[in-house]
């Protein structure tokens, strides 16, 4: 039977704990359809030390013997400026599981009423053999959010009007891996994105961006929050190791946001135990550590059933 991790490069910011969750209860389903491993409900939260925070529940069901769907939904709250934005989340997707490849396209929508939107849109094209994996990774985002800018005033002062900046474009990657032994698999994943931002106020483009909007929609000091981050690149490598109930995972993430200096990187470690037929459990640490905003810790718990 082969494994798919729907998402597994980037989407929301739960999915890495539920990724890791759905697949090792899964393996447990019985049936010989090659999708019956995507049968499975998951529900996880992240927080960091910040108080950012990600919950998020998922449902996958396969269709047919080749075909699956997922529907998602939860809450994002990110904090900028002691300011906290609440955004609600949907997800949906759908992909199909041939004989040596498997392919996916899956979107994702978060809000906070009319004032900040986004859309993303993120396709997966996977090859697996006996050893060795690989695929293509491309992504599209549309994200606006609205606001205020300071502009100067014929005595010297300034006034805020009211503006809007949006975020559009999209990103190609590739990933690949290697199981080295029956227990120990390496893989690594690394994306390149181009967006266009604009600052658009009174109905004409501003001149520059607005700091308090730039730091909204394009920078972010937590991973937790990294969903809603306009990236330029980024890169991933890590390891898992499977015992009889437990598989242990590391990773080292490495990320370039857009018009920001420095590199964000985080490394984050997850166990994800079978605590009994069906269920398995994912908690999950990590510390990002940004050279423009600093470091955070964060952590998270999934927890998902297959049936």
Same mark, same amino acid.
Request: net charge positive; with cysteine; hydrophobic share 40%.
């Given at each position: 039977?082969?494994?798919?991790?729907?998402?597994?490069?980037?989407?929301?910011?739960?999915?890495?704990?539920?990724?890791?969750?759905?697949?090792?209860?899964?393996?447990?389903?019985?049936?010989?359809?090659?999708?019956?491993?995507?049968?499975?409900?998951?529900?996880?939260?992240?927080?960091?030390?910040?108080?950012?925070?990600?919950?998020?529940?998922?449902?996958?069901?396969?269709?047919?013997?080749?075909?699956?769907?997922?529907?998602?939904?939860?809450?994002?709250?990110?904090?900028?400026?002691?300011?906290?934005?609440?955004?609600?989340?949907?997800?949906?997707?759908?992909?199909?599981?041939?004989?040596?490849?498997?392919?996916?396209? @899956?979107?994702?929508?978060?809000?906070?009423?009319?004032?900040?939107?986004?859309?993303?849109?993120?396709?997966?094209?996977?090859?697996?053999?006996?050893?060795?994996?690989?695929?293509?990774?491309?992504?599209?985002?549309?994200?606006?959010?609205?606001?205020?800018?300071?502009?100067?005033?014929?005595?010297?002062?300034? @006034?805020?009007?009211?503006?809007?900046?949006?975020?559009?474009?999209?990103?190609?990657?590739?990933?690949?891996?290697?199981?080295?032994?029956?227990?120990?698999?390496?893989?690594?994943?690394?994306?390149?994105?181009?967006?266009?931002?604009?600052?658009?106020?009174?109905?004409?483009?501003?001149?520059?961006?607005?700091?308090?909007?730039?730091?909204?929609?394009?920078?972010?000091?937590?991973?937790?929050?990294?969903?809603?981050?306009?990236?330029?690149?980024?890169?991933?490598?890590?390891?898992?190791?499977?015992?009889?109930?437990?598989?242990?995972?590391?990773?080292?993430?490495?990320?370039?946001?857009?018009?920001?200096?420095?590199?964000?990187? @985080?490394?984050?470690?997850?166990?994800?135990?079978?605590?009994?037929?069906?269920?398995?459990? @994912?908690?999950?640490?990590?510390?990002?550590?940004?050279?423009?905003?600093?470091?955070?810790?964060?952590?998270?718990?999934?927890?998902?059933?297959?049936?």
């Amino acid at each position: 039977m082969t494994m798919f991790r729907p998402i597994s490069q980037r989407g929301l910011a739960c999915i890495v704990l539920l990724a890791a969750s759905a697949p090792q209860a899964a393996e447990l389903t019985d049936g010989s359809a090659p999708n019956a491993n995507m049968r499975y409900v998951a529900a996880s939260m992240q927080r960091d030390a910040k108080h950012d925070q990600a919950l998020l529940v998922l449902l996958s069901l396969p269709v047919g013997e080749r075909w699956w769907g997922q529907i998602g939904g939860g809450q994002m709250s990110n904090t900028q400026d002691a300011v906290a934005r609440h955004s609600g989340v949907l997800s949906g997707g759908m992909g199909y599981v041939g004989d040596a490849w498997q392919a996916s396209l @899956t979107a994702s929508h978060r809000s906070n009423g009319s004032r900040f939107r986004q859309t993303d849109w993120s396709g997966v094209l996977d090859w697996r053999g006996d050893r060795f994996g690989a695929g293509i990774d491309g992504s599209y985002r549309d994200a606006k959010l609205n606001g205020s800018v300071t502009t100067p005033t014929a005595l010297g002062g300034g @006034t805020d009007v009211a503006a809007t900046q949006r975020v559009k474009g999209g990103g190609i990657g590739a990933h690949g891996s290697l199981q080295a032994t029956e227990a120990f698999t390496i893989y690594a994943a690394a994306m390149r994105y181009h967006y266009q931002v604009t600052t658009v106020q009174d109905g004409s483009a501003a001149s520059m961006s607005s700091p308090a909007l730039a730091r909204a929609l394009q920078s972010t000091p937590s991973f937790v929050s990294r969903d809603e981050t306009a990236l330029s690149r980024s890169g991933k490598v890590g390891a898992s190791y499977r015992f009889t109930a437990v598989t242990l995972s590391g990773e080292l993430v490495a990320d370039s946001v857009l018009n920001v200096p420095g590199t964000v990187r @985080t490394t984050q470690l997850r166990a994800a135990v079978a605590m009994a037929p069906r269920w398995t459990v @994912t908690p999950v640490v990590g510390h990002t550590q940004s050279e423009t905003y600093g470091s955070v810790v964060f952590g998270g718990l999934a927890l998902a059933h297959a049936w």
